[in-house]
Nanobody, 125 residues
């Protein structure tokens, strides 16, 4: 059983930065790729970024490339999402998720088996 807890969300203005954190329970955090997804009101949950288990490779959705950075600290069982140059369209609930496979950091919801409860990010114009 894995528990994921996100934090760091809030209300910011256009152009501001925010860093989200996701703390995982258990001793298997370092084994699995992790990801961030987001869901805006009335929209489907979408892929934001993912990272392999040792942090060597990262992947991003087109809408956040160049603005967001995913990273992880395996010693702290923590996943991060640094968000810069925030836009109103980044407003959503942000979720962290654990990959089902140890070698694959997919972009689909089905690639992940454990999810956090989400943290709200609101960007005002």
């Amino acid at each position: 059983q894995v528990q994921l807890v996100e934090s760091g969300g809030g209300l910011v203005q256009t152009g501001d930065s925010l860093r989200l954190s996701c703390t995982a329970s258990g001793r298997t955090f370092s084994v699995y790729p992790m990801a961030w997804f987001r869901q805006a009101p009335g929209k489907e949950r979408e892929f934001v970024a993912s990272i392999l288990s040792m942090g060597g490779s990262t992947y991003y959705g087109d809408s956040v490339k160049g603005r967001f950075t995913i990273s992880r600290d395996n010693a702290k069982n923590t996943l991060y999402l640094q968000m810069n140059s925030l836009k109103p369209e980044d407003t959503a609930v942000y979720y962290c998720a654990k990959s089902q496979l140890t070698y694959y950091a997919g972009t689909s919801l089905q690639d992940y088996d454990y999810w956090g409860q989400g943290t709200q990010v609101t960007v005002s114009s």
